[in-house]
């Protein structure tokens, strides 16, 4: 590859837009293209036109409504993923709808969400652009290769009564971002029933976790919920973190529970997986154990770090399995993971740092 003169910029980040909303191509063309390094290539109203474009422009990222005539989103990216993967943020109204069916897209490809401006919501134009061009900075950065559409696989069978005596001892907490969705779906489809409790930050915008959770809790023989404050720990028990909110785990008459808080964001991030890997640090020491899984950025590592300082014993998914390297590598680079290990062989690594306890 040609090296970059000296004194030139990078070329910008090549984008399709696909919404069969005229006003919202517009916005979302003007909206990206005041940042110099995104440049909106083209716009399609529907996936038949965006096919063609995909092919004649070959951009970097493509953002993609979801409820379009003809044809959704959704089915789009299940024909065309094993095709022609192509880094995807969706762009998608917050109804429960529109939630259900972005996170299903994350399992036929896309790699992240944005939603689409909601008054009534508080989420508004100038918001929803500067998190769309975060997104679409970090899918440009993706493993390509990585790029799938999952399979279904039957449903595990869930006990029909709950664990004796479940209150935690041990507690698990995982981190994840840009590729997460379906990473967390392949560590705690192989997890066990009798497995400790388990809290998890994953990034997010509002309106989209509890989806995601319902969908996990559906897919897998762990029971999987949003969590609200005053939750407690069980053992056979997920509690994915809110977005808008972050989350710590907090001792409470010899039993853990998850406080939530309205508090700002922390390194760019509400929830932040630094913020829940602390408090588990703290309030269960050597108990713990931590994982942190592909995304963007450095979120988790200190917390991570912390953990292993307290005894914990933690896990981070390696380079090659990853959408995107960059929390489990700062995590690695300063020593806050013990055993570094594909995505397939997460949970086999939970189970053993459970056993060596």
Known sequence: MAAIAQGTSPRPIRILVVDDAALVRKMLRVGLGRAQDLEVVGSARDPYE???????LRPD????????PKMDGL????????QSPIPTVVVSSLSQKGSRMA?????????????????ELGYRFEEMIDELRIRVRNAARVNRSLLRCRIPRPIPTRAMSPIVDAAAKRVIAIGSSTGGTEALYEVLRDMPISSPATVVVQHMPPGFTNALASRLDSQVALTVKEAEHGDELWDGRVLLAPAGKQCRVIGSGGHFKVALESSPPVEGHCPSVDVLMRSVASQVGRNGVGVILTGMGRDGAQGLKQMRDAGARTIGQDEATSVVYGMPKVAKEIGAVERQVPLSRVADAIG???KSR
């Open 103 to 119: 996170i299903d897209a994350m399992a036929a490809g896309a790699v992240d969400v944005v939603g689409k401006p909601d008054i």
């Open 61 to 68: 990222v493509m953002t993609l409504d979801i409820e379009m």
């Open 75 to 82: 089915e789009f990216l299940r024909r065309l993923m094993p």
């Open 50 to 56: 965006a096919r063609n474009l995909l092919m004649k």
């Open 352 to 354: 053993m740092a459970l």
